[in-house]
């Protein structure tokens, strides 16, 4: 009989595990990581103990969910390595790690934003990522296609700064930031004056004040209490 009655119980537990991270990971992609855990309690519909009791504090919960994303960003940078084209393999890598970050906001915060408790995870990410970026943009100044005086931290910033973009943009023109980024891949190359044709169209005034006035409560909402 106590093995019978144990076994409900340890299904029990695994399921309120899964829900609290499928909802971690919803409430993160949206909303940033700034979520406490007693929302993301909330949300799950599981007691705060039951997620304190699962996950400690924030941090474990976090290291248990973006594993595999941050898996997904060193995937883009390795399939770029592996790209003949020095040019595509700029553009390919930018790309697809802006769209991660786009449609998860926890992930942007957690490749850019460092916190002491981040701090370790940030640098292990940074360690294996870097090199291979180094690796596409010295094949890339090799073949003369970006200018010679880039650097891989460039790159970053320039990732920090679209992700902004897309933030900003999020609610009035989802698809904005992919404007900034052609913007910024022509500014790359050594010859600018074939300019790439946009991707979308730009925020007209009125998109332009409803992305100005949605910013502030989004940023003030995603602070963490």
Same mark, same amino acid.
């Given at each position: 009989?106590?093995?019978?009655?144990?076994?409900?119980?340890?299904?029990?537990?695994?399921?309120?595990?899964?829900?609290?991270?499928?909802?971690?990971?919803?409430?993160?992609?949206?909303?940033?990581?700034? $979520?406490?855990?007693?929302?993301?309690?909330?949300?799950?519909?599981?007691?705060?103990?039951? $997620?304190? !009791?699962?996950?400690?504090?924030?941090?474990?919960?976090?290291?248990?969910? *973006?594993?595999?994303?941050?898996?997904?960003?060193? /995937?883009?940078?390795?399939?770029?390595?592996?790209?003949?084209?020095?040019?595509?393999?700029?553009?390919?890598?930018?790309? !697809?790690?802006?769209?991660?970050? $786009?449609?998860?906001?926890?992930?942007?915060?957690?490749?850019?934003?460092?916190?002491?408790?981040?701090?370790?995870?940030?640098?292990?990410?940074?360690?294996?990522?870097?090199?291979?970026?180094?690796? $596409?943009?010295?094949?890339?100044?090799?073949?003369?296609?970006?200018?010679?005086?880039?650097?891989?931290?460039?790159? *970053?910033?320039?990732?920090?700064?679209?992700?902004?973009?897309? /933030?900003?943009?999020?609610?009035?023109?989802?698809?904005?930031?992919?404007?900034?980024?052609?913007?910024?891949? /022509?500014?790359?190359?050594?010859?600018? !004056?074939?300019?790439?044709?946009?991707?979308?169209?730009?925020? /007209?005034?009125?998109?332009?004040?409803?992305?100005?006035?949605?910013?502030?409560?989004?940023?003030?909402?995603?602070?963490?209490?």
């Amino acid at each position: 009989m106590p093995e019978t009655t144990a076994r409900p119980l340890r299904r029990d537990a695994e399921r309120n595990r899964q829900r609290i991270l499928k909802t971690a990971r919803e409430v993160f992609a949206e909303r940033g990581l700034g $979520v406490s855990l007693d929302e993301i309690a909330r949300e799950a519909g599981v007691g705060v103990g039951t $997620v304190y !009791r699962r996950f400690p504090d924030k941090e474990v919960l976090i290291d248990a969910l *973006f594993e595999d994303r941050l898996a997904e960003v060193l /995937d883009a940078a390795r399939y770029s390595v592996g790209m003949s084209d020095p040019w595509r393999a700029i553009e390919t890598f930018l790309t !697809r790690s802006l769209e991660l970050q $786009v449609a998860d906001r926890g992930l942007k915060e957690l490749m850019l934003i460092e916190t002491q408790d981040g701090h370790t995870r940030l640098e292990r990410a940074r360690a294996q990522i870097q090199p291979l970026i180094e690796q $596409v943009l010295s094949r890339a100044q090799a073949a003369g296609v970006v200018r010679a005086d880039l650097a891989a931290t460039d790159l *970053f910033l320039l990732q920090h700064a679209i992700s902004e973009v897309a /933030d900003f943009t999020r609610e009035s023109a989802p698809e904005v930031w992919r404007r900034l980024l052609v913007i910024s891949l /022509d500014g790359l190359r050594p010859d600018r !004056r074939r300019p790439t044709p946009m991707p979308a169209p730009p925020l /007209d005034a009125e998109a332009m004040v409803c992305a100005m006035r949605d910013w502030e409560p989004r940023r003030r909402r995603a602070q963490p209490r």
